[in-house]
């Protein structure tokens, strides 16, 4: 759709001119909040990505030689961002490692998701970002793993957890809006995943799929107890 012969390398093993290609900073398990997902082990939080992005700001001035030849280019690069997820996955919703659950409402814990998500992105425009998509969140309460744990049939999907991923991606919606508004020389664009991922599920057919309540590689019940492993 964007005209990549593959796929974009990643951070650590970007050199050079592989940069101008563009750059995948992603990390599995990471959240917006710096200690989500630490019982799966290492990861690169979103502040820890927003910093690696910088460093190859620095890494593209070098390239280009000049500070706004860098500054057009990278502000015709389109910047994808889709995180929260696991911080509902792996934080808000994981008790047993995490308190955050009983520290926050659901509204309270978007707004800090937010509130820190909002820091990390006026540092990429101050970096030079002007191109944003930002990816909303799925309906994790549809998740293999939220089923094998928390649905009696297998099927029905967890309200509660749904709830708080719709709550989130609204205030999402609103500092889209808001950046809009206040930044014009930028663009930010909202993904619908929930809405997409609500659509798979009502119509599997329609994208080539039949099942739609397991996993394709995890263990236990609907493939979902224990997660895809390498």
């Given at each position: 759709?964007?005209g ?7 951070y ?20 917006v ?17 927003v ?49 955050t ?93 929930y ?15 039949r ?20």
């Open positions: 759709l964007l990549f012969d593959d796929y974009i390398t990643p650590s093993q970007a050199r050079g001119e592989d940069i101008m290609r563009g750059v995948n900073y992603a990390s599995a398990a990471a959240g909040r710096e200690e989500t997902g630490r019982q799966l082990g290492a990861r690169i939080t979103f502040a820890g990505q910093a690696n992005h910088v460093n190859t700001v620095s890494q593209v001035v070098n390239i280009l030689g000049d500070e706004n030849e860098a500054a057009n280019y990278l502000s015709k690069c389109i910047y994808s961002i889709g995180l929260g997820s696991n911080d509902y996955l792996n934080n808000y919703f994981m008790p047993t490692f995490y308190s659950g009983n520290q926050y409402s659901p509204d309270s814990f978007a707004n800090d998701l937010i509130n820190r998500y909002t820091q990390q992105l006026r540092i990429m425009y101050n970096n030079g970002a002007r191109k944003f998509a930002l990816i909303g969140i799925g309906a994790i309460g549809c998740s293999p793993n939220e089923l094998a744990q928390n649905s009696r049939d297998g099927t029905t999907c967890d309200e509660r957890i749904n709830s708080a991923n719709r709550i989130f991606n609204s205030k999402l919606v609103a500092l889209v809006d808001h950046f809009n508004q206040n930044t014009p020389d930028a663009k930010f664009t909202y993904i619908n995943a809405g997409i991922f609500q659509d798979m599920v009502a119509n599997p057919s329609r994208y080539g799929f099942v739609t309540n397991a996993g394709c590689c995890g263990v236990g019940r609907n493939n979902g107890q224990i997660t895809c492993l390498p």
